[in-house]
Every structure is written in C-alpha cells, then in structure tokens.
Nanobody
Framework: QVQLVESGGGLVQAGGSLRLSCAAS?????????MGWFRQAPGNERVFVAA????????YYEDSRKGRFTISRDNAKNTVYLQMNSLRPEDTSVYYC????????????????????????WGQGTQVTVSS
C-alpha cells in the first residue's frame, strides 16, 4: 500500500507560480513507482498533466502545459513535485498525484502513463485556483 498526500495548492494570480508536492508513505519503496499528476475540474473527467518514471526519470507532459509545468521527484524524500509557472485561469482545477506500478521498461509507457486507469494509488487532491 502507498499513501499519497498532496500539498502546495492555493490561490494565485495569472502569471504566477505554484509548486505542488506529493509525499508518499507506506511499506513499498517509492522508487519502484512511476508518478503522475492529473487535474480534474468540476463535472469533467480526470485529465493527465505530467508523469515521471520510477528510477530513470523520463518525463511526459500534457501538450498544452509542456514548457510551463515541470515534474520532478526526490526518491530519497519519497516526494514528487509539480512546478507550475505562468499560470492561467484555465489551469484552475483540483490536482491529484498518483502512483503507477507499471514497468518503466514497457515500450508503451509514454502512452500508458497518460491513462488514469494505469495508476494504482491516488492522493486526495489539492485545489489550484488562478485568478485573472
């Protein structure tokens, strides 16, 4: 079992920045998991934002946010981060982190990590609100 707790959300003006953190705990080694961030606005589906593989640290991004958002991880601290810059009102959402036990050697990993169904554990979410 892996427990995930997000933090760092809040209210920010357009153009500002936030860094989300997701701390993992539990018996299983954090470094075994690929980690992802998703966002979900009210009434909408959960949408992929970014992912990072377990040890190799390959990163993948939602096309519209590539260049503004950066995902990283610190396996020694059991934490994954999402740095969000140049925030826009359309970035307003609840952001969730998630852990996937998929093998990062899977040739389809770049596609699979965009699918929320490929994740085994989820945090409770943190609200990000960007005002115009």
């Amino acid at each position: 079992q892996v427990q995930l707790v997000e933090s760092g959300g809040g209210l920010v003006q357009a153009g500002g920045s936030l860094r989300l953190s997701c701390a993992a705990s539990g018996r299983t080694s954090f470094s075994r998991y690929n980690m992802g961030w998703f966002r979900q606005a009210p009434g909408n589906e959960r949408v992929f934002v970014a992912a990072i593989t377990d040890i190799g640290g390959m990163t993948y991004y939602e096309d519209s946010r590539k260049g503004r958002f950066t995902i990283s991880r610190d396996n020694a601290k059991n934490t994954v981060y999402l740095q969000m810059n140049s925030l826009r009102p359309e970035d307003t959402s609840v952001y969730y982190c998630a852990a996937s036990g998929l093998s990062s050697g899977n040739l389809a990993i770049a596609v699979m990590l965009r699918d929320p169904m490929e994740y085994d554990y989820w945090g409770q979410g943190t609200q990000v609100t960007v005002s115009s």
